[in-house]
């Protein structure tokens, strides 16, 4: 009889994952995305797909926060993957051989699903201009900074957004970096809006969170994640870099958008994205993992990943 007690508070926990999942229209201003489909997703599809699996990340870590479930885990519940995967990707223990939570791994959760939080707001928020390729942009040199800078001319007006991150507004002459390449699906910018009035001179500025999505150039991630995902791995320990996706990149870029500290974090001379980096950060320089941008995107895709994989949970 005793251990049925347990089971049952597994159970309920486990119920509150079976939410419905947000659906809603784009409440940014969107530029090139309009009938843009990648890999046979609408835009729309993708941003739907970034809160769904925001929103997961964000219950299972609240779940895992407000349990105490450590005396009756084994490894191989399911509860028992959502606290390993948050044990990986942000460094605190809640795993099968201790009791309780520390005071700090509390603290540590509660940062966590506080920037989860930020990141729905943001998501649903109407403070993001978002691009779906790089064709709005054209390079311009402003003579009177000696700077050149990303551009993109507002159709018909007298409106311009400028690009002013680090390689993206540069002096004169310099090498300017692609919008899109190769290796990058998304990018964000923190950029001017500015309007000009007949002569050319800025009358407003304003400061906008810019994401470009660069979907034209991506073949190989998967646009969304549906809720059991199981990418084409061998065994249950596939690769949690197999679960990169356009929503996931998107849900990255938002994080961006939250403030200087969530910048992409450097470890072992390289940005730590990706699975084994992330891991990397958040057991050695754990306040750092709590603000990198591809802890959060990883986690929440792991949080769509089947059962019968080591990462699922549901
Ligand atoms: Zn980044």
């Not at 699996?53 to 084994?74: D, G, I, Q, S, W």
Request: charged share 20%.
């Amino acid at each position: 009889m005793e251990s049925r007690v347990p089971l049952l508070r597994v159970l309920v926990l486990l119920a509150a994952f079976l939410f419905v999942p947000s659906v809603a229209a784009i409440p940014w201003q969107t530029y090139t995305c309009a009938g843009k489909t990648y890999k046979g997703k609408t835009i729309e599809d993708i941003y739907n797909n970034a809160l769904e699996m925001a929103e997961r990340a964000r219950e299972r870590v609240y779940a895992v926060r407000h349990a105490n479930f450590a005396k009756f885990l084994k490894p191989d519940e399911p509860f028992a993957c959502m606290a390993n995967n948050i044990k990986w990707l942000w460094g605190t223990k809640p795993h099968a051989h201790l009791k309780t939570l520390t005071s700090a791994d509390k603290d540590a959760l509660d940062t966590v699903i506080a920037n989860y939080d930020k990141a729905i707001n943001m998501l649903k928020s109407g403070n993001v201009v978002l691009y779906c390729d790089s064709e709005a942009w054209d390079w311009l040199e402003t003579l009177s900074f000696m700077l050149g800078a990303w551009t993109h001319r507002v159709s018909s007006t007298e409106q311009y957004i400028r690009l002013k991150d680090a390689g993206q507004m540069l002096p004169i002459g310099e090498e300017r970096k692609p919008i899109c390449s190769d290796n990058m699906l998304g990018s964000t910018s923190s950029g001017h809006r500015e309007v000009t009035n007949e002569a050319g001179m800025v009358v407003d500025r304003q400061t906008v969170h810019t994401i470009i999505l660069c979907l034209g150039l991506h073949t190989r991630q998967p646009a969304t994640l549906s809720a059991d995902y199981t990418p084409a791995v061998s065994s249950r320990f596939g690769n949690p870099d197999d679960y990169g996706s356009a929503a996931g990149t998107l849900l990255h870029e938002i994080f961006h958008t939250l403030g200087e500290g969530y910048d992409d974090k450097v470890i072992h001379g390289n940005f730590a994205y990706r699975y084994s980096n992330a891991v990397s950060l958040a057991q050695t320089r754990q306040a750092d993992a709590l603000y990198n941008p591809d802890n959060y995107r990883i986690f929440a895709e792991m949080s769509m990943a089947h059962s019968k994989t080591r990462w699922g949970a549901a």
